[in-house]
């Protein structure tokens, strides 16, 4: 089946041979859904009853197609594209938001909740990774502190490590797994910067940078590591995850 989501808020099913509406998915209880716009709607490849999706509401809607409507709802990530994906343990959601902090978040689907979030810049030296009780404690100190700095801007990037990193938030627009290599992809118009992340550590394993317009979405081939990349350019450009510094192939 293909599952479809968008400004009217409702998730539709297809089935992929007759291009007919099988299934749209209602209210169910209390649970109604998006109130929103949805940008994402992903079937998990653990359990093909399974969808989440994510929109402007603020919320990512979990359904049981046997179930016809919403079973759970995750409340947080602003999801303004396709920046949610299932990891192969099962479990474990990932959410990328286009906002200031926690961007790039980590969900326990057995209870709902949070358990970590990966910083766009890497963890520090001289910290462990943070829980994510820790960083809720911290979320309402960071919140004076970033109001200024909420938009992207056009400033010169800062030189760390030996890549051009922005000073303001990435907004995310695509975010996803690659299971085979046990990384974590993900891009967006503030810094309109690809990163490739490790998921056990959460450090910057490689960077893309200094390209002209924001990146929209992101895939990864099912025989490779090669990925591609759409921006508001349009141009996708396909790269190999080991060449990630390279020059970039363009379509």
């Known amino acids: ?23 749209r998915m209602k209210e169910n209880g209390e649970l109604c859904g998006h109130s929103n716009r ?32 919403p079973i759970a709802s995750i409340y947080g990530p602003h999801i303004c594209g396709v920046a ?7 479990f474990t959601l990932l959410a990328g938001s286009y906002r200031q902090d926690n961007v790039l978040e980590l969900f326990d689907l057995r209870t709902m909740k949070k358990f970590r979030t990966i910083d766009w810049d890497g963890p520090k030296a001289s910290e462990p990774l943070k829980s994510a009780e820790q960083e809720d404690d911290m979320e309402e100190d960071k919140k004076e502190e970033n109001k200024e700095n909420f938009m992207p ?49 959460g450090a910057v394993l490689c960077v893309i940078s200094d390209l002209p317009k ?11 590591n090669d990925f591609a990349f759409g921006s508001v350019d349009s141009k996708v450009r396909i790269i190999g995850q080991r060449q990630l510094m390279d020059p970039l192939g363009q379509m």
């Open 1 to 23: 089946m293909l599952a479809t989501a968008g400004k009217d808020k409702y998730i539709r099913l297809y089935d992929e041979q007759t291009k007919s509406l099988v299934l």
């Open 153 to 201: 801007t056009n400033e010169p990037a800062e030189k760390v490590d030996g890549y051009s990193r922005y000073s303001p938030a990435p907004f995310i627009y695509s975010a996803l797994f690659n299971n085979k290599t046990n990384t974590i992809m993900a891009a967006g118009a503030g810094a309109n910067q690809v990163r490739l992340f490790d998921y056990d550590t």
């Open 214 to 224: 924001a990146i929209l979405c992101m895939t990864k081939a099912n025989t490779s």
């Open 38 to 69: 949805v940008f994402a709607c992903k079937f998990d490849p653990m359990d093909n009853n399974r969808i989440a999706s994510g929109g402007w509401d603020n919320t990512i809607q979990i359904y049981d197609i046997r179930r016809r409507g």
């Open 84 to 90: 949610i994906d299932f990891k192969d343990d099962g």
